[in-house]
């Protein structure tokens, strides 16, 4: 396991690993299609209900999976603080505020708001342990953004044009507190593998913590533990717990230690565009001069931060 270094130990590389590459595209296409399945759970079962039992196939695998490599479990008080900090802002917030948000806010605006992680992460990155971010990342994670928002311009315009009601502000402040909380997760991750602990240990005890309080929530608001027993609902269930949870997170969290928060962060930036090749296949997405000249910004801002050095400290 590579941990983040720190100080002069965070060496400068001109490109990306092949392995880091393939962290990369693997962590794009899981939660890239993680979006269509979100969709297919919505309706019946409460947000946090279905959540739950995500997580809760989730850390049952981490577990599994740390338990036959024969990973520590074992940690004192101080560490499981941290786990819970990964559980609290990784595993059940940041989920949370999305699919509540999602009850006010267009589904590609979610995705817009999402891609603000890659600055977010920045800010954080420099704010906590210093990180400084180059100015080529910066003006990638901003083509990146301007990309986005162009990709999905007909939903933004159609909501300013309506104009923006209280539980429109609602469903956005909602998501930006989602994104916000996803890169908190992000820098207590980037301090737990600082600090040694193995990446499948933490997160195998973040997702146990993710589910503990995500059952809290739903039985304080009284909702029934029951789920869909369909096809659709169970198929989505599994890709959600076992891809879009234990190897997308698994990717992205040693993504995280390899490259820094900056350029990890940006995947955020690009799935929203292997979202978008979804819909247009199975929701039939018609894309007009906003959406390419958005893909164009994108892929553009992209190969500038994956060309870009690490982040130095």
């Not at 060496?11 to 794009?28: A, H, I, K, Q, W």
């Not at 603080?81 to 589904?107: C, D, E, I, K, M």
């Not at 916000?180 to 240990?201: E, H, R, Y």
């Not at 995947?267 to 979202?275: G, H, K, L």
Request: hydrophobic fraction near 55%; glycine fraction near 10%.
């Amino acid at each position: 396991m590579t941990t983040l270094a720190s100080g002069a130990a965070l060496r400068d590389s001109p490109s990306l690993s092949p392995f880091d590459m393939g962290l990369y595209g693997l962590t794009v296409l899981a939660w890239g299609f993680s979006w269509y399945a979100l969709k297919m759970q919505l309706g019946v079962v409460a947000p946090e209900v279905s959540l739950f039992w995500r997580f809760v196939l989730a850390a049952a695998i981490m577990m599994a999976w740390a338990a036959l490599r024969g990973v520590r479990l074992d940690f004192p008080l101080r560490a499981h603080l941290r786990f819970a900090g990964l559980g609290l802002f990784l595993f059940s917030t940041n989920f949370t505020l999305f699919y509540y948000g999602a009850q006010h806010v267009p589904s590609g605006l979610l995705s817009v708001v999402f891609s603000l992680a890659s600055v977010f992460n920045m800010i954080l990155g420099f704010a906590i342990f210093g990180q400084r971010i180059s100015r080529r990342v910066m003006l990638g994670a901003l083509l990146g953004f301007v990309g986005v928002a162009l990709l999905f311009r007909p939903q933004i315009v159609g909501a300013a044009g309506a104009g923006l009601d209280m539980q429109a502000v609602l469903g956005l402040g909602l998501c930006v507190a989602g994104t916000l909380s996803f890169c908190l997760g992000n820098m207590v991750s980037t301090a737990n593998q600082k600090s040694g602990i193995p990446l499948v240990s933490a997160s195998a005890w973040g997702m146990v913590y993710g589910a503990t309080f995500l059952g809290l929530f739903a039985a304080a608001r009284g909702a029934s533990f029951d789920i869909e027993w369909t096809p659709v609902y169970l198929g989505a269930m599994v890709y959600l717990a076992v891809v879009a949870s234990v190897i997308a997170f698994a990717c992205y969290l040693t993504l995280l230690a390899r490259i820094g928060s900056a350029r990890a962060g940006y995947s955020t930036v690009m799935f929203p565009i292997v979202a978008l090749l979804v819909s247009t296949v199975l929701e039939n997405f018609h894309w007009g001069p906003d959406a390419i000249a958005g893909l164009v910004f994108v892929l553009a801002g992209n190969l500038l931060v994956l060309r870009s050095g690490r982040a130095k400290t």
